[in-house]
Nanobody, 125 residues
């Protein structure tokens, strides 16, 4: 069992930055793939970024590549999403999720067993 709690969301102007955190509890955290997904009003949940258990492999959606960076600290059982050069289109509720792999399927929400409640990110123009 893994519990996930996101934090760090807020209101920021376009071009600004935010760092989201995903704090996890559970003894098997370090073995899980962690993904960040986002859902804007009226839209489907979409993949943003993922990181494998070691932190050595990452994957990003084209829409965030070059602007977002995912990282993890297994000692602190926390995953971070650094978001730079934010755009109004990045406005959404951001959720982190944990799944047992394989990493090649990390973009699919169905591959994740555990989800956090989400944190709101609002980017004003």
């Amino acid at each position: 069992q893994v519990q996930l709690v996101e934090s760090g969301g807020g209101l920021v102007q376009a071009g600004g930055s935010l760092r989201l955190s995903c704090a996890a509890s559970g003894r098997t955290f370090s073995s899980y793939v962690i993904g960040w997904f986002r859902q804007a009003p009226g839209k489907e949940r979409e993949f943003a970024a993922a990181i494998d258990w070691s932190g050595g492999f990452t994957r990003y959606a084209d829409s965030v590549k070059g602007r977002f960076t995912i990282s993890r600290d297994n000692a602190k059982t926390t995953v971070y999403l650094q978001m730079n050069s934010l755009k109004p289109d990045d406005t959404a509720v951001y959720h982190c999720a944990a799944g047992p792999a394989p990493f090649r399927t990390a973009t699919a929400p169905s591959r994740y067993n555990y989800w956090g409640q989400g944190t709101q990110v609002t980017v004003s123009s």
